[in-house]
């Protein structure tokens, strides 16, 4: 399996399916967490899993391996109150996600925005 497929079937399967079970499967024990809000490690996932809205959807985009590392540009809603943009960055490691790090915004409307655009990759009008 590429790294690739590896973090969107992790990410599917603890995300949407919400099996905890994934967290042994797809992350190392000891997996690096640099986001400041959540814990490195199995733990951190369990408990992020239980604070998770039941209509939290994560959308992927932009996919982009090189070596062991996964990049993937995603809408993400149901993280906070309004819908976000995110740019996860993996590092795998023997088919295991080993470290993780990650940039979020508030996604702004095309109607709002002053190049007039989507700030996601899909879904995108035709230039």
Do not use: C
């Not at 899993?49 to 959807?57: A, G, H, P, S």
């Not at 996860?88 to 655009?117: C, L, M, Y």
Request: hydrophobic share 40%.
């Amino acid at each position: 399996m590429k790294n690739k497929e590896i973090v969107l079937k992790a990410m599917n399967d603890l995300f949407h399916e919400k099996d905890s079970s994934a967290i042994e499967r797809y992350w190392q024990k000891d997996y690096i967490q640099h986001n400041p809000t959540m814990a490195n490690g199995h733990e951190g996932l369990k408990k992020l899993l239980t604070l998770l809205d039941v209509n939290f959807k994560w959308e992927p985009g932009i996919i982009v391996e090189e070596n062991d590392i996964v990049i993937t540009h995603s809408l993400v809603n149901g993280w906070g109150t309004v819908p976000v943009i995110v740019v996860d960055i993996f590092r795998i490691k023997e088919g295991k996600i080993v470290e993780h790090w990650d940039v979020v915004q508030e996604e702004t409307p095309p109607s709002k925005a002053v190049g007039g655009n989507l700030m996601t990759s899909f879904n995108q009008k035709k230039i």
